[in-house]
């Protein structure tokens, strides 16, 4: 081919890839979730940095981009949302560089991070307009107790105060609410509403379900945002409660209590929460993701024993019903969410010896397959795995009673020492009550493992099946 002739191809392919880079979808919205503690900022800090430094011994060979040798280099971009807080990969990163290396920080509301994933494509039909195509990355970390406030939408006041109040009345949280729930019987509903005692009732509604999450170990949090209220911290939005008695009070009287009264403030500001909470979240967030990853960590909750895992499983529930696109769901009366592909991966799974994966693969498939025959989920492709986003243990066998044993070994957090241990079966399906007599656990927390060079990557275990899932046919 002539030079000329070969600039006048080469201004074509660019002119052309231009063109196609505009029309074809090349930009994921990718939102990551799960319950505080599930793992979301090990998970994208670990993400991050294995495409950042893809190349540098990254383990993503089920990652069709990279193992087709098609995968060329990602950056970070600065993220198109001004308004939400920038996803600090630096200040998680850092933390595995310490010494002694530390976990990143808690962290409390929603955040984002932006990258461009540059690749060469292969089925599309931008291979015949270009030799490299980029892949604008948005990666979203919010926390999942926001999604168990949705079946908030369709309940009246009275209906979810009946509903809470139960809860409250059962084991284990009747321990923690005898006090409060005694507190609020006493209180005549029709009295003219006092905002201090208002607050302080809010309050003390919010410590417990602090100490329900915390120390408790239970996942069934609602209003999920008063324990994580993001911006709304203080917000007399967030000063409400269910009322205790709600069934006694005269119908008639109640819809006729106007907002000065006490029951009258409580339901103005339940309804306000709905609107004003509940529903931005999906119209300003939600609505614009296109991927979902729900993080679970499910042997915290095998390990605290039945009433914890228990309602872990009712929390699934919950969360499963914002992916429910079905005719009746409360989300497609309201608005139309485009999510395509979910994933549900069980974390941590660097706890487990690997032979017990399967096993935590199957329960997890069992936590959601209920909800998932209930509801329709049309349209949606799912998948579950388990997962580590950095993995912290190394798996080996040990002799016990002239038997080869498998093993994790890592350095506990609790003590600073190198153990060796089997932590226990996970059962492979939703444990009877029968189970948790006879089965113990023994989940200890590990420390990460330091990271030491500037490019080094994370240790992980599936972060590239997560990859292929929720990015492959993107870059396809
Ligand atoms: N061994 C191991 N532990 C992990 C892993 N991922 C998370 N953890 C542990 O789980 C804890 C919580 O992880 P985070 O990533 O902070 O979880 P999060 O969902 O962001 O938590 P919040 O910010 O509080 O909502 C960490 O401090 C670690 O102790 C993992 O892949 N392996
Ligand atoms: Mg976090």
Known sequence: MSLINREKLNQFKHKASDMLNKSLDQHVNLAVTGLSRSGKTAFITSIVNQLL????????????????GRYIAAKRVTQKNMHVARFDYEQSLSAFEQNPPMWPEPTTGISEIRLAIKYQPKDSLLKYATD????????TDYPG?????????????????????ALLQESPRKEFAANWLEKVNGIDPFQIAN???IATLAKEYTGLLQIFRRKLGLSVIQPGRFILPGELAGAPILEFFPFVGIDDIDGNAY??????????TLRARF???RERVVKKFYKTYFLKYDRQIVLADCLTPL??????FQDLQQAINMIMESYHYGQSSILSRLFSPKIDRLLFAATKADHITSEQHPNLVALLNQLIHGTKQKLNFDGIEMKTLAIASVKATENGTTEHQGRKMPVIRGLSLDNNQMVTLFPGTVPDKLPESSFWQQHQFNFLNFAPNKVVAKHQVLPHLRLDQVLQFLLGDKMS
């Open 271 to 273: 309804l306000e929460y």
């Open 303 to 308: 390990n605290n024993g039945e009433a914890s």
């Open 145 to 165: 107790e926001w999604l168990l406030d949705l079946p908030m939408l369709t309940l009246t006041f009275e209906e979810w105060s009946e509903k809470m109040v």
């Open 255 to 264: 819809q006729n209590a106007d907002d000065t009264s006490f029951i009258g």
């Open 132 to 139: 490299m195509a980029t892949l604008t990355l948005d990666i």
């Open 195 to 197: 905002e201090d005692e």
């Open 53 to 68: 430094n893809e190349g540098s011994e990254t383990h993503l060979t089920f990652f069709n981009p990279v193992h087709q």
